[in-house]
């Protein structure tokens, strides 16, 4: 099993720039979560889906971010514009048993200048 | 708010000794997690107990319970350099918005 894949592993963008963050679950898992980690806020959670169905968004920071899973095999976080403020590793996690035993992806560190 | 708060913030120890976390949270939980993050890594999961056990074992990691305190501990036992990590818990409220809430973490660093 190759793990949650996520894509790019680092990311540097100008401010104003469109990011578009990918992940990968794990095959047959069905919850799917996006975390993002700075060094103030710590991990945040920030959207999860159940069944590619969106669950809960209410972590979300502002309308400039979107999130989509268009599939059970893929999911991406869509940032527009940014901002610098949003520099932080965004990380992808799924599992199989809800809000239990979360598998986390590599993460995507994201450099707004 | 962060559910889960850890202490300490950093721990230093020799290699061999046992290392000792410390988790409190706020609200009434449906089980508490534990997981480890190595530099530059996602979280790794390590142990979940359920609100209804106090103590769970796993190879060289106990973790405790107590649900009057609203506080877990996580003990590794002798340490090796290889354990050099942030560990975070991480809760389920009982009630409320089901979301898996985490700590602060505590960077444990093992010194040869």
């Known amino acids: 099993d190759a793990g949650v894949i996520q894509s790019p592993r680092h990311e540097v963008t100008e401010m104003g720039q469109e990011v578009t963050l990918r992940c990968k679950p794990i095959s047959g898992h069905d919850y799917l979560f996006w975390y993002r980690q700075t060094m103030m806020r710590g991990l945040e959670l920030l959207i999860y889906?159940?069944?590619?169905?969106?669950?809960?968004d209410s972590g979300m920071p502002e309308d400039r971010f979107s999130a989509k899973m268009p599939n059970a095999s893929f999911s991406t976080l869509k940032i527009q514009p940014s901002e610098p403020r949003d520099s932080a590793v965004y990380f992808c996690?799924?599992?199989?048993?809800?809000?239990?035993?979360?598998?986390f992806g590599s993460g995507t560190q994201l450099s707004v200048l | 708010s962060q559910q889960g708060e850890e202490d300490p913030q950093a721990l230093s120890i020799q290699e061999g000794e046992n290392a000792t976390m410390n988790c409190s949270y706020k609200t009434s939980i449906n089980n508490l997690q534990w997981y480890r993050q190595n530099s530059g890594r996602g979280l790794v999961h390590l142990i979940l107990?359920?609100?209804?056990?106090r103590e769970k074992h796993s190879g060289r990691l106990r973790v405790t319970l107590d649900t009057s305190k609203k506080s877990s501990s996580l003990l590794i036992t002798a340490s090796r350099a290889a354990d050099t990590a942030s560990y975070f818990c991480?809760?389920?409220?009982?009630?409320?918005?089901?979301?898996?809430?985490f700590g602060q973490g505590t960077r444990l660093t093992i010194n040869p």
């Open positions: 996690a799924s599992s199989l048993m809800g809000r239990e035993k979360l598998f």
């Open positions: 889906f159940n069944n590619n169905v969106p669950i809960d």
């Open positions: 991480a809760t389920v409220p009982l009630q409320g918005a089901q979301k898996l809430v």
């Open positions: 107990i359920r609100s209804n056990e």
